[in-house]
């Protein structure tokens, strides 16, 4: 199945940090716009953070502002969420997505990885 595989979310405390990982299963995520969704079970998915394909434009949900910082690493093919400052709101489903068309509406999802953030 050729789809976006989330990785590295867990347990933190409010205050502490995760690193969230994606990578494409079966395909070059990077030949792709890679952008980070999150859902809380009985909401609708936002977005938090997105990067373009070529890596020249990155968007930033105003929530996660000067907390989360999204990143590429071209000979890994990898993308990163790296989250700081973490708040018990910011707990939910995280889910990398892969988009060509710029607004993620027929994007290729990932299964999603669980963060919880509590103390």
């Known amino acids: 199945q050729v789809r976006p595989v989330e990785s590295g979310g867990g347990l933190a405390q409010p205050g502490g940090s995760l690193r969230l990982s994606c990578v494409g299963l079966g395909f070059t995520l990077l030949d792709h716009n890679v952008g980070w969704f999150r859902q809380v079970s009985g909401k609708e998915r936002e977005a938090v953070a997105c990067?373009?394909?070529?890596?020249?434009?990155?968007v930033y949900a105003d929530f996660v502002k000067g907390r989360f910082t999204i990143s590429r690493d071209d000979a890994k093919d990898t993308v990163y969420l790296q989250m700081n400052s973490l708040k018990p709101e910011d707990t939910a489903v995280y889910y990398c997505?892969?988009?060509?068309?710029?607004?993620?509406?027929?994007?290729?999802w990932g299964q999603g990885t669980q963060v919880t953030v509590s103390s």
């Open positions: 997505a892969t988009d060509s068309s710029g607004n993620f509406k027929s994007a290729t």
């Open positions: 990067i373009s394909f070529i890596g020249d434009r990155i």
